[in-house]
């Protein structure tokens, strides 16, 4: 995923912890989709903000353990200067790396709004698709919609570009505000 959505490898390796902390919560729920060549990858899960929070927290508790660590060692090196001109240059890549995940301009980051309609909301997100592979990424996410979701779940995106915005509506999405689009599962 992290490839799929930055320009280069580069780029990609900085953006990798954002997209594991974006994919680990949909892969131990259950909502993570490959297709069978690993080129295409969909998410599609229930919205459940709290579940995943606690998902994500044995990787908090590693980051924190691993700060500490870190602080430990420089000061038992005298490594303080070292770690003082490390620690924004990291803090800088990671904020980088975030930047190419987080949706384009005009775009919300919040997948539904006033517009989408009551019911039980599942979220389509992740569309990754590697350069230089053909739409798989697609043709996963219309298999994952025709058999997952139960009759009167809401899906509900968010489209990156004008251009994607247009397409979920070609496959059935109904258009609302900050490119958030919905379909209600029949």
Do not use: C
């Not at 490390?86 to 980051?109: D, E, N, Q, Y």
């Not at 979220?123 to 025709?146: C, D, I, K, N």
Request: hydrophobic share 55%; net charge positive.
């Amino acid at each position: 995923m992290a490839r799929a959505f930055t320009p280069h490898r580069v780029v990609a390796l900085l953006a990798l912890p954002w997209t594991v902390l974006a994919v680990l919560p949909a892969a131990v729920r259950g909502g993570l989709f490959l297709d069978a060549t690993r080129t295409g990858l969909v998410l599609l899960l229930p919205i459940n903000v709290a579940l995943d929070l606690l998902l994500l927290l044995p990787v908090g508790v590693l980051a924190a353990v691993t700060t500490f660590g870190l602080l430990a060692l420089a000061d038992a090196l005298n490594a303080f200067p070292v770690l003082l001109v490390l620690a924004p240059l990291l803090v800088i890549a990671a904020s980088a790396g975030a930047l190419f995940l987080l949706p384009k301009r005009g775009a919300s980051t919040v997948p539904y709004g006033p517009e989408t309609p009551a019911g039980p909301r599942w979220e389509l997100a992740g569309l990754a698709q590697l350069p230089g592979t053909q739409f798989t990424a697609v043709q996963t996410a219309r298999s994952a919609l025709a058999t997952v979701p139960p009759s009167g779940a809401v899906v509900v995106a968010t489209a990156n570009t004008p251009t994607q915005f247009e397409q979920y509506q070609r496959f059935g999405f109904t258009g609302g505000a900050r490119r958030r689009v919905h379909r209600v599962i029949s």
